[in-house]
């Protein structure tokens, strides 16, 4: 008897696909063009960063608790109520608000932005075939990393012509989200048990969660190094501020879909240890560089090691956890990695105001190879690990 077809694209995970580029490109128009109109409603400079910051950390806070509304609700019903809160708060975005309210938005934009990810990111896990999970996860994530690439300059495109046009924008993309949604599975009744343990603890999977500092440790770096990296290459009088992204981006997309096999092949837990390296060599070898081609290289060799890092992480993670507790999982790992993002970022700045560029890379590059022992350790405590 033949076994279950191992193939990755369906039309389901097509769909989900598509929901996550569509929750993609509404966030990631809103975050460049937010500072605009910031700017529009008489609000200070640092406004903005106030902005960025509290919609991170909003959704790195609540990610733990809201992975776990999936798991118990339905993620059909999250989904579909996520993307239609989302395209609501799209829709307040373009009443004339005093600042300080817009900046308050974004406490429950990142809250149900975090519910969206974690939600998808478990359904896709549900679809690909368990011997190909680090490759399914890859191509999923693939989704948001074309996000990243177009949306940024459709928003900034959008807000040339007008806030109110951005606004459209994101309340078209977000009733994208909850009209694939509805094409998800119908959900099973949710009886008052579901209820009753999202109040509890339980709600959060704090294995996964203290396992992920693991990921917080190499997300610090990242934080960092995406906030100061152009003012560093203009320090060392590069012109192309950008080539570090460039690098990164095309590392990304073009090692995910390779990589991912070789994932599954070899193990997810025995994977993780040559990502945390290639983060690490990437942010120790940045604030040498002189050029343009020290910069694209420093790029390319962290995105080496990120194309892999989450998609091993979770694979391995998902290995160890129910069926019934992907969502949760999921908001953990979210949690560590945007509170390392966010961390990296607001560390970053006072470490060079104080001494220059090399100490912060260097430190956050001894924090990625701390990741190295901790995740040995965990793997003793936690169950211990198939590969």
Do not use: K, N
């Amino acid at each position: 008897m033949r076994g279950r077809p191992t193939y990755l694209v369906s039309p389901p995970f097509v769909r989900i696909w598509l929901l996550s580029l569509a929750g993609g490109v509404g966030g990631f128009q809103l975050f460049p063009s937010a500072p605009l109109r910031l700017a529009e409603l008489g609000a200070p400079p640092a406004a903005a960063g106030a902005f960025l910051a509290a919609l991170t950390f909003a959704s790195a806070l609540a990610a733990a608790w809201t992975g776990a509304l999936g798991d118990r609700l339905g993620r059909r019903r999250v989904l579909t109520g996520a993307g239609l809160a989302l395209a609501g708060l799209s829709a307040l975005y373009a009443v004339a608000l005093p600042w300080p309210l817009f900046v308050a938005l974004a406490v429950a934009h990142g809250a149900i932005w975090s519910a969206l990810l974690t939600a998808g990111s478990a359904e896709a896990a549900r679809l690909v075939p368990v011997e190909r999970r680090a490759e399914g996860i890859a191509y999923h994530g693939l989704a948001m990393t074309l996000a990243i690439a177009l949306a940024p300059s459709l928003g900034l495109a959008l807000a040339a012509r007008s806030w109110g046009t951005v606004c459209i924008g994101l309340v078209l993309a977000h009733l994208a989200v909850a009209a694939l949604a509805r094409g998800l599975p119908p959900d099973a009744p949710v009886g008052r048990a579901e209820l009753a343990e999202l109040v509890t603890s339980r709600a959060i999977e704090w294995s996964v969660l203290r396992l992920s500092s693991v990921l917080l440790l190499s997300t610090v770096g990242y934080g960092g190094a995406t906030s100061f990296v152009a003012l560093l290459s203009r320090e060392r009088g590069v012109a192309q501020e950008g080539i570090f992204f460039s690098g990164f981006a095309a590392a990304v997309i073009a090692l995910r879909p390779l990589l991912g096999p070789w994932v599954d092949r070899v193990g997810p837990r025995r994977a993780l240890p040559p990502c945390m390296v290639a983060v690490a060599a990437a942010l120790a070898w940045l604030p040498h560089q002189e050029s343009a081609a020290g910069f694209l290289a420093g790029g390319a060799l962290m995105g080496a090691g990120f194309s892999t890092l989450y998609p091993a992480f979770s694979a391995w993670v998902l290995q160890q956890v129910p069926a019934a507790r992907r969502g949760a999982a999921f908001g953990a790992m979210l949690a560590a990695f945007d509170v390392g993002i966010g961390s990296g970022s607001l560390a970053f700045g006072p470490l060079v105001d104080r001494f220059g560029y090399q100490v912060p890379f260097l430190a956050a590059a001894g924090l990625a190879l701390l990741g190295w022992p901790l995740l040995a350790l965990g793997s003793r405590r936690w169950r211990g690990s198939p590969d």
